[in-house]
């Protein structure tokens, strides 16, 4: 069974992150929730989330993919913190998958993490840059990071990485179980 982590920090985008976690979780995906700093974590709308341990406490190599959800509070948190820009580099120097939805493509770009095409939250990409930026779609898959735009596009999102990392059948069986 493939194993993610969601790390999460203060003013996380609640939507982004359970629906990344639960689908992800319906698709066979054995998905930890980390707190980057504390074990309960409060997002962006004032929501309290339990993360399953502290990121420090993690042995990365045991993870396939490691997904940022967005919340421009979370992401800088997400950007300035050295363990979380340290994990970033160490999966991709792994090949293993990257994601971020919403603002969290600036902690990627932040770890020089970010493969050529993406997407993000519109304004976040002159944070980042122009070059390659895709507003038109609303997941951007370029190699083995992937990205999104925010919180309409969260569903697709975590299907797309049902689809890479458990296949086409149980993105398909999945897809229809949730009517997507």
Do not use: W
């Amino acid at each position: 069974m493939p194993k993610m982590l969601v790390p999460l920090a203060e003013g996380f985008e609640e939507i982004e992150a359970i629906t990344i976690i639960d689908v992800c979780r319906r698709g066979g995906i054995d998905v930890t929730v980390a707190g980057v700093t504390e074990m309960t974590i409060k997002g962006g709308q004032g929501i309290e989330v339990a993360a399953d341990c502290l990121l420090d406490s993690l042995d990365i190599d045991n993870f396939d993919m490691i997904t940022l959800p967005g919340g421009l509070a979370g992401t800088l948190v997400l950007s300035e913190s050295e363990n979380v820009q340290s994990i970033l580099k160490q999966m991709k120097e792994q090949g293993k998958y990257i994601g971020a939805i919403c603002a969290a493509p600036l902690a990627l770009h932040t770890a020089d993490v970010l493969n050529e095409e993406f997407t993000c939250y519109p304004s976040i990409e002159n944070q980042i840059r122009i070059d390659g930026y895709h507003h038109d779609q609303s997941t951007i898959i370029d190699g083995k990071v992937m990205t999104s735009q925010g919180v309409g596009t969260a569903i697709d999102f975590a299907l797309k990485i049902v689809r890479e990392l458990q296949g086409e059948s149980s993105f398909k069986e999945l897809k229809e179980s949730i009517l997507a």
